[in-house]
């Protein structure tokens, strides 16, 4: 497979699915052209007081990440939609996101970003990470539903910064971290970061990160 020249437009393919759907994404995508990908797992939150009184509101999903040429994700995104029905209820949400520069992969790469782009066109929706420590992403999602969020996905990760580590009986221990993955429209997205920032105490050292990226195109929000 070539490598793809600096210049090159590459996207991050994002698809969230319930458990046990994320290997049927990745090898229908692989029919449509993307060279392979990452599946996470994770929980999303959904608004359902039948669901919540039964403990039943967390939902295991899988996140499914894949790199490719613009023009390659955009057929794939549009052939998902078609496959899966994302349009319908509880059957998932694709989108994509620009990617600036692509490093230690052979199959796909671009050291060039082109600022030209950067920019240009408006979007409608906005991802928002939320990197805290464990037990605290309800936090997150509580103080995004009251800034105008309909929910959010929790995925499980791991941190090693300077603030996160700890000792315990000498040895250094790496405590787990929860990464929320809201989709918020443009227009609420700063209430959003401005809620969880405040409730989450984000700018006190160690507290976690935030950080936004523009969507290019969504499959399944409604």
Do not use: W
């Not at 229908?28 to 509101?57: A, C, H, P, W, Y």
């Amino acid at each position: 497979m070539r490598n793809n020249p600096d210049g090159t437009e590459i996207e991050l393919l994002c698809v969230i699915v319930n458990f046990g759907l994320g290997s049927k994404i990745m090898k229908f995508s692989k029919q449509s052209g993307m060279r392979g990908g990452t599946i996470f797992l994770g929980r999303g939150t959904v608004n359902n007081r039948i669901l919540e009184f039964f403990d039943l509101s967390d939902i295991r999903k899988e996140i499914v990440l894949m790199l490719g040429e613009k023009t390659i994700v955009d057929n794939t995104l549009e052939e998902l939609n078609k496959k899966f029905h994302f349009d319908k209820p509880n059957h998932g949400i694709a989108f994509s996101t620009s990617v600036l520069s692509v490093l230690g992969t052979k199959s796909i790469e671009s050291n060039g970003i082109n600022e030209e782009k950067r920019g240009a066109e408006k979007t409608m929706y906005n991802a928002i990470y939320v990197v805290v420590d464990k037990g605290k992403a309800e936090s997150v999602i509580d103080a995004a539903k009251k800034a105008g969020a309909r929910g959010g996905t929790i995925i499980n990760a791991r941190g090693s910064g300077i603030h996160e580590t700890g000792k315990l009986f000498s040895m250094d221990i790496e405590p787990e971290k929860e990464i929320v993955l809201i989709l918020a429209d443009d227009q609420i997205t700063s209430p959003i970061t401005s809620s969880v920032r405040e409730k989450l105490e984000i700018d006190k050292p160690g507290n976690g990160i935030i950080f936004v990226q523009s969507v290019n195109q969504t499959y399944g929000l409604r």
